[in-house]
């Protein structure tokens, strides 16, 4: 069965500075998606930033990219010039290509420190 | 709607009494899913549905927990004689049409946090 692991319980970073979140999973699929969520504290789910497995170019979306080891099945978020808006649950989650399931690690709480 | 929309948004019930929560996924969505997040849990996927019909119902913790869906739009979990490791938030969301199985985003609702008491 498919599992996502995220190591990180919580993690802290200065404003402007750059931090990065862990996330492994496990699977035997080579066709799959992967996404790392925010969640502030208005609980609302959303999404950040997606990879395809079968890219091989790292997602990017402005100050948001990702480190996407395939081999090593490792998904790592990296936040550049962190913002005190930044600071949420972030899941991550993976979903095999033709299928609607998603899972999910169990989230790291991210703290951003003025 | 603009977004998926879930009621209660918070809810506080005696142990043994029965809760509906409700689900208005965004207009024109034809999946639908319910997942548990309980507290430093990830989230648990329960329950999903394409139009009206749930093909996948293998994430209900047991045979306390129900949903249903009717028109294609609205849904409703239901958790009868309530437990206290029940208390959770639980999340809905959707997909629109032809993403149910595609790499497309799912869009999540604010949750429904339940205690049990």
């Known amino acids: 069965a498919q599992t ?12 402007a500075e750059t931090v990065t979140l862990s996330c492994t999973y496990d699977t035997s699929e080579s066709d799959y998606y992967l996404f790392w969520y925010k969640q502030p504290p208005s609980r ?5 930033i997606r990879q395809e497995a079968y890219k091989q170019q790292n997602a990017t979306e402005n100050r948001f990219s990702v480190n996407f080891q395939k081999a090593a099945k490792s998904f790592s978020l990296k936040i550049s010039d962190s913002q005190l808006g ?22 790291t709480r991210l703290k951003v420190l003025a | 709607g603009a977004g998926v929309s879930q009621s209660p948004s918070n809810k ?14 965004i207009s ?10 309980s507290l430093g849990q990830g989230l648990e996927f ?11 119902k293998s994430g209900l913790p047991s045979d306390r927990f129900s949903a249903e869906r ?25 997909t629109p049409p ?13 949750g429904s946090w339940l205690t049990v008491v």
Not at chain 1, 86 to 107: E, H, L, V
Not at chain 2, 28 to 37: D, M, P, S, V
Not at chain 2, 98 to 110: A, K, L, P, R
Request: hydrophobic share 30%; charged share 15%; with cysteine.
């Open chain 2, 46 to 56: 329960l329950i999903y549905f394409q139009g009206n019909s749930a093909p996948d």
């Open chain 2, 12 to 25: 506080v019930t005696e142990k043994g009494k029965d809760v509906e929560l409700r689900c208005d996924p």
């Open chain 2, 28 to 37: 024109g969505h034809t999946a639908l899913y319910w997942y548990r997040q």
């Open chain 2, 98 to 110: 032809g993403t149910g199985t595609t790499g497309n985003t799912i869009y999540f609702g604010e």
């Open chain 1, 86 to 107: 930044d600071a949420a649950m972030y899941f991550c989650a993976y979903r095999k290509s033709g299928t609607y399931k998603y899972i999910f690690g169990t989230g």
């Open chain 2, 70 to 94: 009717t028109g294609g739009s609205v849904s409703t979990l239901t958790i009868q004689r309530t437990q206290q490791e029940d208390s959770a938030v639980y999340l809905c969301a959707s």
């Open chain 1, 44 to 48: 609302q789910m959303i999404l950040v």
């Open chain 1, 4 to 15: 996502v692991t995220q190591s990180q319980p919580e993690m802290s970073v200065q404003e």
